[in-house]
């Protein structure tokens, strides 16, 4: 029964976008290290330049007409993301994350992430509950792999803006942006994942309703889990 929460949302709010939740929009007019660094980030996160590519700093600048100082600068910028590591030539080679940097990286998202849900069950907005309701609802109704995973991150941005600590929110999502891949592939490694995870969010967002911080932290903990169990079935040894 996942409709009734974005019923519940909409009883107690007014006429807001029914749009779901992009996530953050592309910068304009942006100069030649940002707009490098703003492709190649997008196609590491989603997966079309996969783990070990080595990224080489004269073909890329051929191929956005950039000076090489501004492509160096752009995969330093990726480098300190933690996306890309550094090279002494200046290129760059794409991280492939094994099964310990995916539980490290789960370990710490459990740690943060539950206390995000907590201070949004008591300071969400109506706008963010509307919001994370809209992109649930996109989520229950989407079936492919990358666009799901896709509102995944948004629904979680979502939650973890209405935290209202932006430290918090930039931790979390440079966390969820070096393993945004790997979730993909769990929801073709684990067939019923997508299922499970939507009513684990359902949880999250009734808790974050009712304004009870203990259950939101708790529902946010047990779904991080969920998904680690199913991304290191895909990721063994």
């Keep these: 029964?996942?409709?009734?929460?974005?019923?519940?949302?909409?009883?107690?709010?007014?006429?807001?976008?029914?749009?779901?939740?992009?996530?953050?929009?592309?910068?304009?007019?942006?100069?030649?290290p940002k707009r490098v660094k703003l492709v190649l980030h997008r196609a590491i996160v989603s997966g079309t330049i996969p783990g070990?590519?080595?990224?080489?700093?004269?073909?890329?600048?051929?191929?956005?007409?950039?000076?090489?100082?501004q492509v160096r600068d752009a995969l330093r910028e990726l480098a300190a993301e933690g996306l890309v590591r550094m090279e002494e030539t200046g290129d760059a080679v794409v991280r492939e994350l094994c099964r310990s940097d995916l539980e490290d990286i789960y370990q710490v998202r459990m740690l943060l992430e539950p206390l995000a849900a907590a201070r949004a069950a008591s300071l969400a907005s109506q706008d963010d509950v509307m919001r994370a309701a809209r992109v649930l609802a996109a989520m229950e109704s989407e079936t492919d792999a990358s666009r799901w995973?896709?509102?995944?991150?948004?629904?979680?941005r979502v939650i973890d803006e209405s935290a209202s600590s932006p430290r918090l929110v930039a931790i979390l999502e440079n966390l969820r942006e070096l393993s945004a891949?790997?979730?993909?592939?769990?929801i073709l490694a684990v067939p019923d994942r997508a299922d499970r995870a939507?009513?684990?969010?359902?949880?999250?967002?009734?808790?974050?309703?009712a304004r009870d911080p203990v259950a939101a932290a708790d529902a946010m903990f047990r779904h991080?889990?969920?998904?680690?169990?199913?991304?290191?079935i895909r990721c063994r040894g």
């Design 224 to 232: 991080l889990d969920g998904t680690l169990s199913a991304l290191t």
């Design 149 to 156: 995973a896709d509102y995944n991150s948004s629904f979680h």
């Design 181 to 186: 891949c790997y979730v993909r592939h769990s």
């Design 1 to 32: 029964m996942r409709r009734p929460i974005y019923a519940m949302a909409r009883r107690s709010g007014s006429g807001a976008s029914s749009r779901p939740y992009p996530g953050p929009a592309a910068p304009r007019g942006q100069d030649g």
């Design 52 to 69: 070990g590519t080595r990224l080489v700093r004269a073909s890329i600048a051929r191929e956005f007409a950039a000076d090489p100082r």
């Design 198 to 209: 939507n009513a684990e969010h359902e949880e999250i967002m009734r808790a974050v309703i």
